[in-house]
C-alpha cells in the first residue's frame, strides 16, 4: 500500500518551531520512502520523518533532508507492527517569502511479503559476488 502526505510548510516556519503532521500507516514494513521537494525551495525547507519521540530519517538525529525541485528516495526495511500505525513528518522553511508543498510517500508492504524481497535482495547479492557483477 503506498500512503502519501503532503505537508504545505509556510514561510518563515522556524526551526524551534517545525510544521508536524501525523500520516497514518497500517501494520507491515515500510520498504520504500520518498520525500519530494518542489521546484522554488532552493535548499531552504528541511524536512525529518519521526516515530514518536524517535527520528527515523534521516537516521542521523541532527540531519534534514533539503534539495530543490527533487525527489530524495531510497529502499528501506522499517517494521510498523505495534500502534500507533502513524509516522511525523516535519519541516520549517527559511523561506521569507513563499509556502512550500513537501509530498512525503511511504510504501508498506506486509511483512511476509516484505521478508521475501528481503530474502531475495540477499540472494541476488550472492549471486552478483559469484559472477562478479
Not at 531510497?74 to 510498523?80: A, T
Request: proline share 6%.
Amino acid at each position: 500500500m503506498l500512503f502519501t502526505h503532503t505537508l504545505t510548510v509556510p514561510a518563515n516556519t522556524v526551526q524551534k518551531e517545525p510544521l508536524e503532521e501525523d500520516v497514518g500507516l497500517t501494520h507491515g514494513v515500510i520498504t520504500l520512502v520518498e520525500v519530494e521537494f518542489p521546484p522554488g525551495c532552493a535548499g531552504l525547507v528541511r524536512a525529518y520523518v519521526r516515530r514518536s519521540l524517535h527520528q527515523v530519517w534521516p537516521t542521523n538525529p541532527e540531519g534534514r533532508f533539503r534539495t530543490d525541485g527533487r525527489a530524495i528516495r531510497w529502499s528501506d526495511y522499517y517494521e510498523v507492527f505495534d500502534e500507533p500505525f502513524a509516522l511525523v513528518v516535519g519541516a520549517w522553511s527559511e523561506d521569507d517569502s513563499y509556502s512550500h508543498d513537501i509530498i512525503f510517500r511511504f510504501e508498506v508492504t506486509p511483512k511476509d511479503i516484505a521478508e521475501r524481497g528481503k530474502v531475495m535482495a540477499g540472494v541476488i547479492g550472492k549471486l552478483r559476488q559469484v559472477i562478479g557483477v
